[in-house]
């Protein structure tokens, strides 16, 4: 039987469905890279925009120092990004000629494979996103299909998306992105070949996620249909929300017969290094879900739910998630069933928020939604519902918005800085407030080591420090002592 492979999913996709996009900083990426180098994926999904604003936002780290730092540590493993059509950081639409010098730092940075995604389906945006590309040095470009439950995503419709895709010089293999896991292995047997067939030569790979306990099942399932890549995370950034775990498919995969060529001993290191990082850190863990049928019906990727469930926690108001969900799958209804895939999980979570908070329905719209209906992501695969596209087009933010002026291109841009500012800095300052620029750049280099075994200890120096009455510090266990006295003061170590 034909041999599968896996991509690593952990950095990227694991941290933004379990961890919120902020639970790993570059020193955590670094430490263990040159080990997830050793284990034999053929790439690791690594990083968004998304993501690089997150380490900009949350952690004062630069995120092109990240890519460049972890290119260095994984030369034989290519990193992967993912975009959503003309637009970075922000959720605004870029200028085409913005996109690019995106797209050519990547390459520069170390970045060689990409998924090119548009939330819409849109054909003629995947093409151009993909010949930007590789306009810009990229390797290799991934297109996706994204997976949805819906009367217009039938398998012929997925099958005629690919058939207008392959034969782009610039598309190099296809994925069924499932970012809620809704793919059951029946599904599978039907949808996998009409895709394949229309494919040739070019590889297809599957991502799902184990929302609702259906990936590992179907993953055995695309394996017996001879799909040759599956997407997986490790330890505790896998399961739950997440994608499959590593070691489980390995497992599974090969029990079935086929064969997996990777390093288990290097694997077990990494999701090793993540339990303990997780359990030094107070990150949870992702653990195998049950079947859930109200996914069928809000269809929300795991980073969302993190996210919202963080939200409503700092309002105090973590007992009406079950509310949420519950209004997304109406506000999705009412914008004619738009796959829940970046940016639509966040756009419709947020008005789902804003309509159990207010006091009726869209009393509360964000501009966003606005921009949606008024057709600026594309064509909904549904039709809206009249009442709720009359009322949210009758405010007078929707004529304000409907004359947005066109994105500017990165030239004009740059008059609105300082004239020896970098295309990394620029890309940055035109889509971030810029006092987070700022703080990242007065932070200096990211920090580059980590020992997750170590940090108890640290965290026990740090609080016994604080305390003024505190003249020495001993530490002691069998085989082990550590002796501090205070001079000046204590100094943490900064790991």
Not at 226 to 236: D, E, F, H, R
Request: one cysteine or more; aromatic letters at 6%; hydrophobic letters at 40%.
């Amino acid at each position: 039987m034909a041999d599968v492979q896996l991509v690593d999913v952990s950095t990227r996709d694991g941290n933004q469905s379990l961890w919120g996009a902020t639970g790993l900083a570059t020193r955590h990426l670094v430490t263990i890279a040159p080990v997830m180098d050793r284990v034999g994926f053929v790439a690791l999904d690594f990083t968004s925009s998304t993501h690089m604003g997150m380490a900009v936002r949350t952690h004062k780290e630069n995120p092109w120092e990240r890519i460049r730092l972890m290119h260095e540590a994984t030369p034989n493993t290519p990193l992967q990004f993912i975009g959503t059509g003309l637009r970075f950081v922000s959720w605004e639409a870029q200028h085409p000629d913005f996109m690019q010098v995106v797209y050519n730092r990547l390459v520069a940075n170390g970045i060689s494979r990409y998924v090119v995604l548009d939330p819409m389906h849109d054909v003629d945006a995947l093409l151009e996103s993909a010949r930007m590309i590789k306009k810009a040095g990229a390797t290799t470009v991934v297109a996706a299909l994204t997976y949805t439950l819906s009367e217009v995503h039938d398998d012929s419709f997925y099958a005629n998306l690919a058939s207008q895709l392959v034969m782009s010089p610039h598309i190099d293999r296809f994925y069924i992105k499932d970012p809620s896991g809704l793919l059951a292995s029946e599904r599978a047997r039907t949808l996998i070949p009409a895709i394949q067939s229309q494919l040739g030569a070019k590889p297809l790979e599957l991502h799902s996620h184990c929302t609702i306990g259906l990936a590992s099942h179907t993953y055995a399932t695309a394996a017996e249909l001879g799909i040759k890549v599956l997407q997986v995370a490790c330890g505790p950034l896998s399961n739950g929300s997440s994608l499959p775990d590593a070691q489980r498919t390995v497992a599974n995969i090969r029990d079935l017969g086929h064969t997996v060529d990777i390093d288990d001993r290097a694997l077990a290191i990494v999701a090793k290094y993540f339990r303990e990082l997780a359990a030094a850190n107070d990150l949870p863990f992702g653990t195998p879900q049950d079947y859930d049928a109200s996914f069928l019906r809000h269809q929300t990727a795991g980073g969302v739910m993190t996210t919202t469930r963080r939200q409503l926690a700092e309002l105090n108001l973590a007992h009406r998630f079950p509310e949420v969900l519950e209004e997304v799958a109406k506000v999705r209804a009412d914008l004619g069933f738009p796959i829940m895939v970046t940016p639509f999980p966040q756009i419709v979570f947020t008005q789902a928020l804003y309509n159990i908070l207010g006091k009726e329905r869209y009393e509360n719209v964000s501009d966003q939604i606005i921009r949606y209906v008024q057709g600026n992501f594309g064509r909904p695969a549904g039709t809206l519902n009249p009442n709720a596209k009359d009322r949210i087009l009758a405010r007078p933010r929707a004529k304000e918005l409907a004359t947005e002026p066109s994105p500017i291109p990165p030239q004009e841009l740059r008059k609105r800085f300082k004239p020896d500012i970098s295309d990394e800095e620029l890309l940055l300052r035109a889509t971030m407030p810029q006092d987070q620029v700022d703080a990242m750049q007065s932070a200096g280099p990211a920090k580059r080591h980590y020992n997750p075994q170590v940090q108890p200890v640290l965290k026990l120096i740090r609080e016994l420090a604080k305390r003024p009455a505190t003249s020495a510090i001993v530490i002691e266990k069998p085989n082990f002592r550590l002796e501090l006295h205070r001079q000046k003061g204590f100094v943490s170590p900064g790991l």
